[in-house]
Structure formats: C-alpha cells, structure tokens
C-alpha cells in the first residue's frame, strides 16, 4: 500500500494561467476527496468522487474550478484564470468507502500541492 | 451543519509535560470524530477517531482522546511531550452516512520547548 500521492508537490503560476493538479488514491478506494488549505487554517472540502461520478461540490468551488475522475482511479483537479486568491494547499484524501457491505469512512491524506499564485 | 472549534491556536509545553488541546464539536447528532496530525509542508495524518464504540480511544505516538457526550468535547491528550511532537492538530467531524466530509478546526500549533 504505497498510500495517496499528489503531483505536482510545488507549483507556482502567475496569475490568469491555467493549472492541473493530479492525486493518485491509496489502490482500490473506492472514495477521492479534496480539500484547500489557506495559511493558518484547516482544510475546507471542496469537493468529492465515489467512483467516477462526482457526488458533491462545495460552494467554494467557483466555475473556475473543475475536477475529474475518470475510470474511478487518479483524479485531477484544474484551475482555470488563476488569481492570487487562489494560492493555498490543495490536498486530496481517500478512503475505501462502501465494500462488500462495510463501510470505511477513514479518509487518507496526500502530501499535498502547494499552488503560489504570482 | 456540523463544525469544531479548537480552543487555543497556540500551545508551548516543556518536553516531559503533559499536552492538552482542546476540541468541541456542534452536530445535531452523534458525529465521527477525528484528530489529524500536519508537520510542515507535508499532509496530514491520522492519529485517532471516535466511531461511536469506546469513549476513550487510543492512537498514535501516545496520544489518546475521549468523547464526552455531555460536553460536546473531543480533548486530546499525551502524558509525556517529546521534541517530534511539534507541529500542527488538527480535529475534525464528519457525519455517520452519506458523504463522510470532513469539517476541520482551525488547528493548534503545539510546540515543545527542551
């Protein structure tokens, strides 16, 4: 189990480009979450898969913002015209959700993409 | 909504000494209950959770925690500091079905003085 991994680690922007996020779940979760983390705060939920569909999304997530899940494995999260509100952490969680009737609701955190926004 | 507040945003403890953060929780009924661990630049890992069987739990590097019902309270506890123990906690709450989103405090910065 080589836990959840998030690409790039670092990624500064200057303001009005175009960025992508990649998160790879621990193997087999079936559930993918992300949230943002602005300094000196805790993480707010922005939005999250169950599988391949997109079951909930914050209203933090503005029509800039949009994320996918394709075939329920990695997930990508991109932001588009990006602004200096946009600098923070961005940090994806998994966890195995609904499995042959069990329910796993303990969610596993990535190390995070810390966005600057020039 | 469910939400939690984190009572000091700051604590200093010497190295040996007991450390103590403080976690109350709002929701309408019974919630799960987490605490999560942040050293700088990096995520945030799990370090205990409540799920509703035993009100003690214990996690961790020592840490434990207890619910109490009655408080609405979530404390965090380790009998001995150590110097790794600095970095940033985190509690959270999620709600028992459906979507499982966590909703965190603002965190506690915990340092360890020698």
């Known amino acids: 189990d080589t836990g959840v991994s998030q690409d790039p680690r670092h990624k500064i922007t200057k303001r009005g480009q175009n960025v992508t996020f990649r998160c790879d779940p621990i193997?087999?979760?079936?559930?993918l979450y992300w949230y943002r983390q602005t300094l000196g705060q805790g993480p707010e939920f922005l939005t999250y898969?169950?599988?391949?569909?997109?079951?909930?999304k914050s209203r933090l997530l503005s029509d800039r913002f949009s994320a996918e899940r394709p075939k329920g494995s990695f997930s990508t999260l991109e932001i588009q015209r990006t602004e200096q509100g946009d600098s923070a952490m961005y940090l994806c969680?998994?966890?195995?959700?609904?499995?042959?009737?069990?329910?796993?609701?303990?969610?596993?955190f990535g190390p995070g993409t810390r966005l600057t926004v020039l | 909504a469910q939400s939690v507040t984190q009572l000091g945003s700051h604590v200093s403890v010497s190295e040996g000494a007991l450390v103590l953060l403080r976690c109350n929780y709002s929701?309408?009924?019974?919630?799960?209950l987490f605490w999560y661990v942040q050293y700088p630049n990096q995520g945030l890992q799990l370090l205990l959770k409540?799920?509703?069987?035993?009100?003690l739990v214990k996690g961790i590097n020592g840490f434990e925690a207890e619910f109490k019902k009655s408080e609405t309270s979530f404390h965090l506890t380790k009998p001995s500091a150590h110097m790794s123990d600095a970095a940033e906690y985190f509690c959270?709450?999620?709600?028992?079905?459906?979507?499982?989103?966590?909703?965190f405090g603002a965190g506690t910065t915990v340092t360890v003085r020698a």
């Open positions: 193997s087999e979760h079936n559930r």
């Open positions: 969680a998994s966890s195995s959700g609904t499995s042959g009737g069990h329910v796993s609701y303990t969610q596993y």
């Open positions: 929701s309408s009924v019974p919630p799960y």
């Open positions: 898969f169950q599988n391949e569909a997109q079951l909930e």
């Open positions: 959270a709450v999620s709600n028992t079905v459906g979507d499982y989103k966590l909703s």
């Open positions: 409540y799920t509703s069987a035993a009100t």
